[in-house]
């Protein structure tokens, strides 16, 4: 993976976002999808610091993010907050209705880009929940790759792949792609696998 300068970004929130990071001594890789709709997985989520810094890397990148929450980070008083940065609350206890749900709004909006953690928690996990593969496959949308290497300070999109039905093989691909991706607490990361059926 290189890190590619986003030479001349198109707005203010670009721009400032860009300039910010640059205080931050990072760099964004921007190997966006040719499509204006698509499932971005990101790993590996070990720190609070992700979130912000990754709200940072996709306005640099120009996308527009709508994101996956645990539904307790919805309530009173950042509900509100929550919502208007692109947030969509889930209860995690209701995984099909929920797929269901994603790959209709996938079908709804004619651009859409909706940002998911696989591991679904910052504490070392065992393996990957597999919502964000399912909600792809149904919708016929590529999965973005998107990462933060705290170790290089470099953050992104690396690459993209369409999910071929084939859960097992896609992972396998998945997981050749974030072996050198070193998040801010590597103790805390878990393996890029899912549960064996």
């Given at each position: 993976?290189?890190?590619?300068?986003?030479s001349?970004?198109?707005?203010?929130?670009q721009?400032?976002?860009?300039?910010?990071?640059?205080?931050?001594?990072?760099?964004?890789?921007?190997?966006?999808?040719?499509?204006?709709?698509?499932?971005?997985?990101?790993?590996?989520?070990?720190?609070?610091?992700?979130?912000?810094?990754t709200?940072?890397?996709?306005?640099?990148?120009?996308?527009?993010?709508?994101?996956?929450?645990?539904?307790?980070?919805?309530?009173?008083?950042?509900?509100?907050l929550?919502?208007?940065?692109?947030?969509?609350?889930?209860?995690?206890?209701?995984?099909?209705?929920?797929?269901?749900?994603?790959?209709?709004?996938?079908?709804?909006?004619?651009?859409?880009v909706?940002?998911?953690?696989p591991?679904?928690?910052?504490k070392?996990?065992?393996?990957?929940?597999?919502g964000f593969?399912?909600?792809?496959?149904?919708?016929?949308?590529?999965?973005?790759?998107?990462?933060?290497?705290?170790?290089?300070?470099?953050?992104?999109?690396?690459?993209?792949?369409?999910?071929?039905?084939?859960?097992q093989?896609?992972?396998?691909?998945?997981?050749?792609?974030?072996?050198?991706?070193?998040?801010?607490?590597?103790?805390?990361?878990g393996?890029v696998?899912?549960r064996?059926r």
């Amino acid at each position: 993976m290189s890190a590619i300068e986003l030479s001349s970004p198109r707005s203010l929130s670009q721009t400032l976002a860009h300039s910010f990071l640059n205080i931050l001594g990072w760099k964004v890789e921007a190997n966006l999808p040719p499509t204006s709709k698509y499932v971005m997985i990101g790993a590996h989520h070990t720190s609070n610091i992700d979130f912000p810094l990754t709200l940072l890397v996709t306005s640099a990148m120009g996308i527009k993010l709508n994101w996956i929450g645990k539904d307790s980070l919805f309530r009173r008083p950042f509900g509100g907050l929550m919502r208007s940065l692109g947030g969509i609350p889930v209860d995690r206890f209701t995984h099909n209705k929920f797929v269901d749900q994603m790959i209709a709004a996938f079908h709804k909006h004619p651009e859409f880009v909706v940002a998911i953690s696989p591991e679904g928690t910052r504490k070392k996990t065992d393996y990957w929940r597999t919502g964000f593969y399912y909600i792809a496959l149904g919708a016929k949308v590529p999965i973005a790759l998107a990462y933060l290497d705290y170790r290089r300070k470099v953050g992104g999109i690396g690459t993209s792949l369409m999910p071929s039905g084939d859960i097992q093989a896609d992972m396998d691909q998945i997981r050749e792609f974030y072996v050198d991706v070193t998040g801010k607490f590597p103790h805390q990361q878990g393996e890029v696998q899912i549960r064996p059926r």
